[in-house]
């Protein structure tokens, strides 16, 4: 049903809402590099409404979406009990999903009370984005485009299943750090800018993300390198998830500034990874580099961050 509607924030009359967009619907939409169906401009903006589940209380806001581009621009005050209906009637959800598309119900309310010359500016609070630059440390020395084969360590990249005792096998075989099975491990790693978002280990031979893919389920996480692979993120269409080898090899022994054992030249946002390995008899392999470990959990609760690689 097209319906169409403005809204005043502060000075700004935004009149591009899309009321069939979700918050579920926005990772192919937006972050793979723009879904070619919906968008056609890097530079366009559309708005939408959702129930933000992740503080104290349920919320009612409205969100400015882009290619690569997400703000809240504003929270609407709409009645507790109609915004903890909505968040009801989305059932039993994982911890991670927080985020909800609004019902029938919310959208007539703000048809009535909120949207266009008559709605009720005393209902609407603008947000001001807190723009933040995260400290990426030292520069590394820039890549030349060269790793010597005889001076690689060759880490194994199977997405085979591992149990505990393998886990252990793996961490002292090559000696990671890992601050419980081998607090004095130390892998040295060699790490060299490749470009503004990539890095490259010429120990292992292997590009990483300096960032990475948000917090999610494993088969979400899988759809979406396959997605970033059809649309050759950073100029390469070979990403995949770490061995649990291979993400442990960029694990530091010293937390740096940011709290994480790793090079300050990666971010922060993704303090602990998905590898592609699972555990036997039951669970996922995860890298933590917060706490400084390997562990396993469920594949779904609570879920997990993603930092993809590929050979060079």
């Known amino acids: 049903m097209a319906m169409h509607h403005n809204i005043k924030i502060g000075d700004t009359v935004i009149n591009s809402i899309d009321w069939e967009m979700t918050p ?38 409205l969100m400015e979406r882009g290619v690569k581009h997400a703000r809240i621009v504003a929270e609407i005050h709409a009645p507790a009990d109609l915004v903890q209906s909505c968040v009801d009637g989305h059932g039993k959800v994982a911890f991670y999903e927080r985020s909800f598309a609004i019902d029938d119900q919310i959208r007539s309310w703000l048809i009535e009370h909120v949207l266009d010359a008559g709605g009720d500016s005393e209902l609407i609070t603008p947000l001001v984005e807190a723009v933040t630059h995260e400290d990426m440390g030292v520069k590394l020395p820039g890549w030349d485009k060269t790793v010597d084969a005889a001076e690689m360590t060759r880490l194994p990249d199977d997405a085979g299943g591992l149990s ?69 993120l950073h100029g390469f269409r ?18 740096n500034a940011k709290g994480l054992h790793l090079n300050t030249n990666f971010s922060k946002e993704q303090p602990f990874i998905f590898t592609s390995q699972k555990r036997s008899p039951s669970g996922y392999w995860f890298v933590d580099y917060k706490q400084g470990r390997v562990f396993w959990s469920s594949g779904t609760i609570p879920g997990g961050f993603g930092r993809l690689c590929r050979p060079v």
Request: hydrophobic share 40%; aromatic share 14%.
């Open 164 to 232: 505990d005792a393998d886990v252990n096998e793996v961490v002292r075989r090559w000696n990671f750090f890992d601050a419980e099975l081998n607090a004095g491990g130390e892998f040295a790693s060699r790490l060299f800018e490749n470009d503004m978002h990539t890095v490259v280990d010429r120990q292992t031979g292997l590009m990483w993300q300096k960032a990475g893919l948000d917090i999610t389920s494993f088969r979400t996480l899988t759809r979406q390198v396959k997605e970033l692979n059809e649309e050759g």
């Open 24 to 61: 579920d619907w926005t990772f192919g939409t937006y972050e793979s590099w723009g879904g070619k169906e919906r968008v056609r401009s890097h530079d366009e903006r559309i708005y939408y409404f959702f129930i933000d589940n992740w503080g104290d209380r349920p919320k009612l806001c």
């Open 238 to 255: 070979d990403w995949r998830l770490p061995s649990v080898a291979e993400a442990l090899s960029l694990m530091e022994p010293a937390a």
